[in-house]
Structure formats: C-alpha cells, structure tokens
C-alpha cells in the first residue's frame, strides 16, 4: 500500500514542483509522490549568486547531452543542458527571472481555445508564486527600475528581486543603451518587457532560489523520491495507473503528471508505447497510443557574446576576478551571510527586449504564414534580447581584465528541430536536432539582433571607453555576423514545445488544454513540453506557471478545493 498515491508527478524542476506543492497543499489534502531522477541539490553552497553561471557546467547538476551535428553551427554539436535533480532548469540556469510578455499568454490561449492561459489569469499566477523585493540596488535610482507593486507579489515561495549591490557602471550602460536609442523599461515584468530593463533575478540577499523551495519543507502528504529516473508509465488499455523507476512500480489512484522537461518527458512517453509509430516499432516498443507529435517541435533560444576590452580603471570586478585570495575570502564572507563581492559581482546586469522596426519588410518575415506574422508584430512581442555583465571568463578563454561582455537573443525562432528513439533502452537518452538556424527567417533575425547590438557597441556614449574587440564578428557583414553565430551560438535551456497541446483535432499536437494525453486516461504532461508558444523571455517563469495551471485544473477537477 506504500506505493499507491492519489498522484504521482515525474521531475522535480519548476513545473514538477509546482504541481506537487499546488496538489499537496490543497484543502482536501491528497496524497502526493515526487519522483526526481537526480539528487536532493541541498547543498547551500550551489547557491551563490555571483556563481549561478557555472553550475550548468556541475556534472552532478547537468545531464550533459549534446546535440546532433547542426549544419548552419559549423556542423558542431552543442551542449543541450538539462537540470537534474531537485530544482531542475532553475538549479543550473542563470537565474533571470523573465515572465516574457503578455500576448504571449494570450496567443496560448487562443491556440488551445482555454482563457485559463490569458494573460490576466497567468499574471495572477505569477504573482502568487513569487516574493518579490522590488528595491533596486543602491545607487539604482526610479529611472532604470520602478517596479509597480500591483505587477508582483510578496508573499509566495519564490525568491526573486534586485541585488542590494551591483557593479559600478550598470547606470552608466544604461544611461548608454538610452542616448543610443534603446528606450528604457522600469520593470520588464510588467507584461511589457519592451525596453532595457534592471534585471530581475531568481535571487534574493544573495541566495539563489529554485524550484526546491516551493516543496521545503514538504507537507506530511508529500513524498519526495530522489535518485528515482522513471523509465516508463504503467498503462492498462488505455489508463495510466502508475510508473516503472529502477524496478520499482509506483501507483497513482488518480493520476501521473509528467513533469521531466522537454527533452525527457518525450522519452518516457515513447519507451511507454505512446509516440511515432515508425520509431516504436524500430526499437520493439508496444504502441499504445500513435502519435507522431511527441517528440516533435523542438524549440529553443539561441546566444550569442560579444566581448571588448574597456579602458582602466574601469569596474572593480575586474581585480576581484584576478585575485584568487579575495575571492575565497569573499565565499568565506557569502557562506556567514549572504553578503559581499559573491553577493554583487556577476549578480545583477540590465536586460533588454526590442522590436526590429524593420521586420515587416524583411522577405523572411513576408514568407511566413500569416499568423505568425500578426504575432510577432503584437505590441509586446520582443524580436531579440540584449543581456549586459556577462562574466563571460567563466565560461570562455577570456582572460580577467577589465572587460564588458554583451549578449544577444533571438525570439520567435521558426525553426523547428526533434529528438527521437535511438535505443530500446528507456535509460538511453534521445537523439536531440534542434536545427539550429536552419530556418531562413532565423538566420535573418540571428543577423539583425547581431546588427542592433554591433550598432549600440559603435555609439559614441559606449565606444569611448572601448579599448579592443576581444570577441565579435569581423565585420557587420551578413556573412561575417552568420559565420560568428556558427562559431559561438549556445542552447539557452529554454527547450519548448515538444509535446504541445492545442485543440481538439489540431494534428501536431499531444495534449488537450488540460494537459491530458490524447487518447489515454490518467495521464497528463505539465511542462515545458506542453507550451505551444516560445516565450519571450528566459523560460524558468513560464515552467513554474506551467506547474501551477495544471495543478489548479487538477484541483478543480478532483475536488480538492
């Protein structure tokens, strides 16, 4: 009796544990297991702020996959990272915390016929989920960040806010981003992200907060299970009632929510007889359910750096990073109180959404079908993101001087990539082609974000305390900026849509608006996986809100209110 549960929830990342915690506290108060593939993550030392950008290089901490080789990336294959362990994504990411904009809620729901994703409902969501400390770093005045307290919440188990420190010359970039024509945004959380922004960040007083804090501590009616890899779901005809993990069988009385992410959730569906039937029966795996959609869809967001040296003294980061001694002293220092140099270096950028004002007359825009059109010229809808501060040493052959690196974002990719079966194993992972850049119209936007960026690098009010390019294009080219894209492009673990839902026979799609899995009982996915849009922003947020929708309509559903 042990292994029956009213639910069962597979992944412990955002959406996971925003379904376990949203069924678990509920009144009625049912039984709850959580079953994530990796460790417990309880280490309080992963969580320094100013070193969020190295833990996707944790083994412990990261599946490590790779793409296939991507013909326009110089037929490289990039690292896809994925979070393992409790916290998922949110453990690993670089802790931006962007909602992306309001008509990306509102094209949801219109593509799944549900207002329950409008963006009204979403943003109420939002603004339970987080604590929101809406004080700006000293010396940041109402100019650069203004957050609205009607926009924010301060009462849920996210952490998200400000740094009370941060380097010195943030207002200085931003002032530059402004007499170079880039508007500023006093809160790109608003709904509105158009415009260069205070970054907001899934960090407070130093800490980085993940997924693990909604279930911490966990209710008496939820069982959380790590080091538990589920390879299948238990179906009986066409009911789910339970999942396989390492031997062990699990049983749900009501349902199992996948929640293992978009480049896990597919595998478990096929190994369990729902997906390609072609694939099923290469690898001998039953069919249950046909659906040619799981697996499909692939989406990501694609950066890019670019890196000059500036004139001394510049920014005190510079010789923090340098010096192996303060830095030590500064963990010692972070370790006692959450404080100091870990506390504000590589803790707080500015971040910035923008339009291409010239999008609609670009051939590749006018070759796309018409609803995609209409979307991305929707007044909220980002084309490209800009990202300041990156400590880009960490994670490059740069070497510690006084340097400023800039980062670039496409949105609204077309491309569309798959992962697929490459073994009968469920333990093996899928083959991921995300087809990076192959769509023309992603190549042209890669170019002009590039472009947008290489401009603002060029205004007098930057350039004058620019020594060297140390990384970038050779040129503003078309072919120079596409061949550094090739040369440099990463995965911004911001995989989606690869078990999308949508309506009722729509035939690229998995799910139902309820994140039922068409044509089987019992059975929901609750993640990244289901989102039918490619958010604008960094899609931590929109994971957490995936988990706590479902839990809502899971809650509404069985009575638990």
């Known amino acids: 009796m042990e292994s029956i549960y009213d639910f069962v929830i597979v992944g412990g990342g955002p959406s996971g544990c925003a379904v376990a915690s949203g069924l678990a506290k509920s009144p009625k108060k049912p039984s709850v297991l959580l079953l994530e593939a990796g460790g417990d993550n309880d280490d309080h030392n992963l969580r320094v702020d100013g070193q969020r950008w190295t833990t996707s290089i944790n083994k412990d901490l990261n599946w490590g996959y790779k793409t296939t080789p991507q013909e326009y990336c110089g037929n490289r294959e990039l690292n896809l990272p994925s979070g393992r362990g409790l916290g998922g994504g949110s453990a690993i990411n670089f802790a931006n915390y962007t909602i992306g904009c309001r008509d990306d809620y509102d094209e949801w729901a219109r593509i799944v016929g549900d207002d329950t994703f409008r963006w009204e409902r979403m943003q109420t969501r939002f603004k339970d989920l987080e604590s929101f400390n809406g004080e700006p770093p000293a010396g940041v005045g109402k100019k650069y960040a203004a957050p ?109 929510v996948l929640c293992a992410g978009a480049l896990h959730s597919p595998r478990i569906l096929m190994h369990s007889g729902i997906g390609p039937a072609k694939q099923l029966n290469e690898y001998q795996i039953p069919i249950i359910q046909a659906n040619e959609a799981v697996g499909q869809n692939l989406r990501d967001h694609l950066c890019i750096p670019i890196v000059h040296s500036r004139k001394e003294p510049g920014v005190s980061s510079a010789s923090f990073y340098g010096d192996a001694k303060a830095m030590d002293a500064a963990l010692e220092q972070w370790k006692k109180d959450g404080t100091g140099p870990w506390a504000k270096y590589g803790a707080q950028a500015a971040i910035g959404f923008f339009k291409l004002d010239d999008i609609a007359k670009m051939k590749e825009f006018q070759d796309l079908p018409a609803e995609e059109q209409r979307f991305m010229l929707l007044d909220t809808v980002p084309h490209y993101e800009i990202f300041t501060h990156l400590p880009a040493h960490m994670f490059y052959p740069i070497p510690t001087m006084n340097y400023h690196c800039l980062a670039t974002w496409y949105f609204n990719g077309q491309s569309r990539g798959e992962i697929t079966l490459q073994s009968s194993d469920p333990d093996v992972p899928l083959k991921y082609n995300p087809r990076f850049l192959a769509s023309p119209f992603d190549r042209r936007v890669a170019i002009e974000s590039m472009r947008s960026l290489l401009r603002f690098t ?54 139902d608006n309820n994140f039922r899995v068409i044509g089987i009982e019992g059975l929901r996915v609750a993640d990244l996986c289901a989102v039918p849009v490619l958010p604008s922003g960094h899609v931590q947020a929109t994971a957490y809100v995936t988990g706590v929708t479902c839990a809502e309509k899971l809650a509404k559903e069985y009575h638990l209110e």
């Open 148 to 256: 609205k307290p009607t926009d924010h919440g301060t009462s849920g188990p996210l952490k998200v806010g400000y740094t009370k420190e941060c380097v010195e010359d943030l207002t200085e970039i931003l002032d530059c981003f402004e007499q170079a024509g880039f508007p500023l945004n006093p809160d790109h959380n608003s709904g509105n992200p158009i415009g260069m922004s205070v970054s907001i960040n899934s960090c407070q007083n130093g800490v980085r907060s993940t997924a693990a804090d909604l279930i911490t501590p966990a209710p008496d009616n939820l069982t959380v299970s790590t080091h538990s890899p589920v390879q299948r779901v238990i179906i009986e005809g066409k009911k789910a009632i339970g999942v396989e993990s390492n031997g062990k069988k699990y049983f749900a009385s009501k349902e199992v």
């Open 458 to 511: 060029e205004h007098e009010a930057y350039a004058k305390n620019t020594v060297a390019l140390i990384s970038g294009p050779k040129s503003d080219s078309d072919e120079d900026i596409l061949e550094y894209w090739a040369e440099r492009v990463i995965s911004s673990l911001h995989m989606t849509g690869t078990a999308k839902m949508g309506k009722p026979g729509d035939s690229n799609v998995v799910l």
